[in-house]
């Protein structure tokens, strides 16, 4: 029954589902049945997979999910998903000795554990003023180089724009 408490806070935890699916609860039991028997199967598939990890790598993953015969886990960073990616080849030998049929891949992802949801901050515009402006220009005059005097032209432009960004 911890399955079902699990999906209860998820769904208390993200009401944006609710919002998304208004009719999610008027599905059949069966559906939820379903559910619960996947969430079940993730559940088990996790605890196999964490007795064929060694430590310390085994905290740092989990079962994400099962869809196709291909598993999906998540890492906690980048470092610890190469770490899984390179032994994902034993780990499946070793998944499928242990009663895990089926399987044709692992994939990996990395997913910060606990990670917060953030907005991307707003572009900040860096400003030149007139004076670099026109230090750029006078040393892209004196420059041989036909790309970067180009390109420092082109940047000494910005410092001469009157509109601020």
């Not at 750029?136 to 036909?146: F, G, M, P, V």
Request: glycine share 4%; aromatic share 2%.
């Amino acid at each position: 029954m911890g399955t079902l408490k699990n999906i209860v806070q998820l769904l208390e935890g993200n009401p944006g589902i609710l919002k998304r699916n208004p009719d999610v609860l008027k599905r059949s039991p069966d559906t939820f049945q379903a559910v619960l028997n996947h969430t079940q199967r993730l559940e088990a598939l996790n605890r196999t997979l964490r007795g064929c990890i060694p430590a310390p790598l085994n905290q740092h993953c989990q079962v994400a999910n099962l869809r196709d015969n291909i598993l999906i886990l998540h890492a906690d960073s980048s470092a610890w998903a190469l770490k899984l990616r390179y032994s994902s080849r034993v780990l499946l030998q070793q998944l499928r000795q242990r009663g895990v049929p089926g399987l044709n891949a692992i994939e990996v992802k990395v997913r910060p554990h606990n990670a917060a949801i953030r907005r991307p901050e707003k572009i900040r515009h860096a400003h030149m003023s007139g004076k670099t402006a026109q230090l750029l220009d006078s040393i892209a005059s004196d420059i041989s180089d036909d790309r970067l005097k180009v390109a420092l032209q082109r940047l000494a432009r910005h410092g001469k724009d009157t509109n601020p960004r």
